[in-house]
């Protein structure tokens, strides 16, 4: 099993480009997560999903969008990019059950300039 | 909204224990976790707690909770310079659907030898 992998790693866009962050889960899990990491402040949930075809906003959900088409992906997107979302992303998943617990992806960091 | 807080900085010797502190706002939590994150990585669970636990000990990790102070700690007996990195605190949202976790800044543990 891979179990949460995210693509890009790494990402530079100049201020007002888009992209998409795609992440992938192959544990079959019903709640996915998007969070943004920046120094001394944690993790900030952007927006979340607890089944194939619905997501919620969360703590920063501002200039993000997000889809989840599958069951096994959760995409992030950046319609304008803004250098203030210059950031390490990353991307969770979890099912209900026993602990709760959150797998997360290694990270795609981006910058914008 | 909760807030979890924590250090931002511990430094121990090599072979010290290690003690991380964190407190949270939501009496109501059910677990609280220690997740670590080691450099270029996303986070990995490393133990929770019940909230109708008072410790819980796996190996050379002790969790303590003080629900009166609302209060979460983790001791590493006999650390070593493979555990530095960066600890995060979390508690879990009340009342959500989606497993939602609210983390602390986080506590950079830096082990010297």
């Known amino acids: 099993n891979a179990g949460v992998t995210q693509t890009p790693k790494f990402r530079v866009l100049k201020t007002g480009q888009s992209m998409t962050l795609l992440c992938a889960q192959d544990?079959?899990?019903?709640?996915m997560y998007w969070y943004r990491q920046d120094p001394g402040m944690g993790l900030r949930l952007i927006h979340y999903?607890?089944?194939?075809?619905?997501?919620a906003k969360g703590e920063v959900p501002d200039g993000y969008n997000v889809s989840r088409l599958k069951k096994q992906n959760f995409l992030l997107g950046l319609e304008s990019a803004a250098p203030s979302q210059t950031s390490v992303y990353f991307c969770?998943?979890?099912?209900?059950?026993?602990?709760?617990?959150?797998?997360f992806g290694p990270g795609t960091r981006l910058t914008v300039l | 909204g909760e807030d979890v807080e924590q250090s931002l900085f511990l430094s121990v010797r090599e072979g010290d224990s290690s003690v991380i502190n964190c407190t949270y706002t939501?009496?109501?939590?059910?677990?609280l976790y220690w997740y670590k994150q080691e450099p270029g990585a996303g986070l990995q669970l490393l133990t929770y707690?019940?909230?109708?636990?008072d410790m819980k000990q796996d190996q050379r990790l002790t969790v303590l909770l003080n629900k009166k102070d609302k209060h979460l700690s983790l001791r590493i007996a006999d650390t070593q310079t493979g555990d530095s990195a960066i600890y995060f605190c979390?508690?879990?949202?009340?009342?959500?659907?989606?497993?939602?976790?609210?983390f602390g800044g986080g506590t950079r543990l830096m082990v010297k030898p």
């Open positions: 969770a998943s979890s099912r209900p059950g026993l602990s709760f617990e959150q797998f």
């Open positions: 544990m079959n899990h019903e709640y």
């Open positions: 999903s607890v089944g194939e075809g619905t997501t």
């Open positions: 939501d009496s109501s939590s059910t677990y």
């Open positions: 707690i019940f909230s109708n636990m």
């Open positions: 979390a508690e879990i949202m009340n009342n959500n659907a989606g497993n939602m976790l609210t």
